[in-house]
């Protein structure tokens, strides 16, 4: 699958599906329709000339993920369940996207946590940069904490 720039694309992130995947996994979807699963995630990729015609390819891709669960006795968490529009257009569009899953309604996220990654509805990874930080600043706190605590003054990070 070849994306443009700008092309509006949703990603859908649920939890939950047992160890059914490969037939999940190999559903007849549209061109336009990627899904990749990993582990006990799956995660549905959609793109669309415009928001409203990815949003209508996307449901219509849930609606055979739907029957797919119904058919194989599988559920889906819907709380773990999220969509996000993930574009970089800069002409005005709206933002709001509907999907279901099991006419449930799936949370529109703007920034998502995917495999240890945050990735953002503009595909940057600023948020995961800072999270990242964060975690490296903590852990150099924690053993210069550690080297401080066994008397090595000597020691330099």
Known sequence: MRYRKGTPRF??????????????VN?????RTKAVAFADDLLLITRGETVSEAENFANIEMSKITAWSKRNKVGFNIEKSKAMLISRRKRK?????KMYLSNKPIEQVSI?????????DKFKFSQHISYAAYKCAKLIFSLSNL???????NTKL
């Open 11 to 24: 990603v859908l992130r649920s939890g939950t599906l047992e160890h059914k995947y490969n037939s999940l």
């Open 93 to 97: 569009e709206r933002k709001d996207i």
């Open 147 to 153: 080297l401080n605590f066994h008397g090595d003054s």
């Open 112 to 120: 998502m946590k995917y495999l240890g990654i945050f990735i953002d």
């Open 27 to 31: 559903l007849t979807f549209t061109r």
